[in-house]
Structures are given as structure tokens and as C-alpha cells.
């Protein structure tokens, strides 16, 4: 739909280059694909693809995901519309997630969101996140990758042992490793994740791809994306923090296991 929008709209309205009004509409299409959609699946799809019984709990997740949207939608017409918000707001985020950016008067949740808005407001080119819409869409499909495929096949099989003490699941490995094949591929004659320079989405990639080493998987038998790793570990900008971060994940939910 980006791509669509920046290479044949008519004017910027389905998708307004005003940094601020972009990144809104950016973290309204990480909440849709990571939380509003995910969670309807996360209750339906089991139902109706493996005759599962209704999980209680993810009924309710959807609920909770469907009172998000009331709340972004409150005195709005529009989604991305209407009023900007204060840090007078008591709740900057109603999703309460980190990271949230406040800048000035500016609130903005999702990681990836906050990338995008960071490199187009504050830039100094545009290197990180290219304004060339079909690298852009690139970029842009690397990004939502991270979020619904490789992020989130961590996520499925590793939360369930951490927060739920429940056994490792032999077909999430299977999915967390057909993510990392799929990394594998995009990466095949490129040095980074969407072409030869490092974007915002090799950050984003490379804070999940930190996540799975420090839980110990085997980046060995990728090898584009072990090459990659170790080319992000020395070329990005504070990557030292990022690993600090997968260091203090491992100290505080793995060592455990
Ligand atoms: N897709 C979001 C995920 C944000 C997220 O779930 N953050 C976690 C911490 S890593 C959090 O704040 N959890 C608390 C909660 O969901 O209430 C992003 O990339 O920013």
C-alpha cells in the first residue's frame, strides 16, 4: 500500500509525507499487523485450522486490542487524524509498550514506526530509510518481515517457555527456523537487508537476530545471515547497545531455563 501510494498517488493524502502524520499512520499499520489482526488470528486460526478449542484467554486479548483502536479512535474521525497529543495526556501510549519516542508534543509507539520517523525527521540523508520508492517498499517489506515472521516466531516459541513454563514446541522451532531460511535468501548477493546499504531495517533485524543468538541459535548453518550479523555487529551505530540489550534478555528470562 506505501509503495502504491508513493510511487502512483495522486497527492500524499492515503499516506502524508508530513513526518509526524506519516509515523502515526506507520504505528497504526504495526498495531494493525502485530496486534489488532495478530490477535484475531491468534484466537480464530487455531479453531478453524487445527479444530482447536476456543482459548479464553486470547478472546479476551482481542477485546483488549479492539478497546486500543476505541482509544486511538477517540475524538478522531480517522485514524491518523484529529488531535495531536500533549505530554499533559497521563497516557501518552494507552498500549503502555516500549519503546515510546516523545518528541515535543509528539508521542509515537512501535520500534519500527519510530525508525522511519527518526531517519525522516531528523536524517541527515536519507540513507537509512531511501525516499527511492521501490527501495523504500523494500526497506518497508523487510520491516514488516521482522515484525510478523522473525520476531514473531522467536516470540512464539520462546514466550511460551519463559512466561508459561510450558515445553519447547518442535513445529515453532521448525517456523523460527524456516524464518531464519527466509532471511537466508533475501540476504543472497547482498550485504545488508535490502540491497548493499545498511537501512532501518537491518537495525530492526539485527536487534531480533541478537535475540535469537543469545538464546543460542545456530546462525552457522545460515550463513548470508551469520555473514550479515557480524557485518551489522561492526558497521551499525551503536550496536553495542542493542547488544546489551539481548545480553540483559538473557540475564534476566534464559539463564533460568
Ligand atoms: N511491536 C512493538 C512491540 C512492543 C512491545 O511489546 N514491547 C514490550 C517490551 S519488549 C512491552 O512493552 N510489553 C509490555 C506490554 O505489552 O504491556 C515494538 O516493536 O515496539
Not at 36 to 46: A, H, M, S, V
Amino acid at each position: 500500500m506505501i509503495y502504491l501510494v508513493d510511487k502512483y498517488g495522486k497527492d500524499d493524502k492515503l499516506y502524508p509525507k508530513d513526518p509526524q502524520m506519516q509515523a502515526v499512520v506507520n504505528q497504526r499499520l504495526y498495531f494493525d499487523m502485530g496486534t489488532l489482526y495478530q490477535r484475531f488470528g491468534d484466537y480464530y486460526y487455531p479453531q478453524i485450522f487445527e479444530g482447536a478449542s476456543a482459548n479464553p484467554e486470547n478472546y479476551k486479548k482481542i477485546g483488549e486490542a479492539l478497546g486500543f483502536l476505541d482509544t486511538f479512535l477517540q475524538g478522531q474521525q480517522f485514524l491518523a487524524g484529529g488531535d495531536s497529543l500533549t505530554l499533559a495526556d497521563l497516557s501518552i501510549n494507552p498500549q503502555h509498550t516500549i519503546p515510546t519516542l516523545v518528541d515535543g508534543d509528539f508521542a509515537l509507539w512501535e520500534s519500527r514506526a519510530i525508525c522511519s520517523y527518526l531517519v525522516e525527521k531528523y536524517g541527515k540523508d536519507d540513507k537509512l530509510y531511501p525516499k527511492d520508492a521501490q527501495k523504500r517498499a523494500l526497506v518497508n517489506q523487510r520491516l514488516y518481515f521482522d515484525m510478523g515472521v522473525f520476531y514473531q516466531r522467536f516470540g512464539d516459541y520462546w514466550y511460551p517457555q519463559i512466561f508459561a513454563k510450558q515445553p519447547a514446541n518442535p513445529e515453532n522451532l521448525k517456523k523460527m527456523e524456516e524464518a531464519v531460511g527466509f532471511l537466508n535468501t533475501f540476504l543472497e548477493g547482498h550485504q545488508y537487508a535490502a540491497g548493499n546499504e545498511l537501512t532501518i531495517a537491518d537495525l530492526s533485524l539485527a536487534a531480533s537476530a541478537a535475540t535469537y543468538e543469545v538464546a543460542g541459535f545456530d546462525f552457522s548453518k545460515y550463513p548470508n545471515v551469520h555473514a550479515w550479523l557480524e557485518r551489522c555487529k561492526k558497521n551499525a551505530p551503536g550496536y553495542d547497545l542493542n547488544q546489551a540489550g539481548a545480553d540483559e534478555f538473557k540475564d534476566k528470562f534464559l539463564s533460568g531455563l
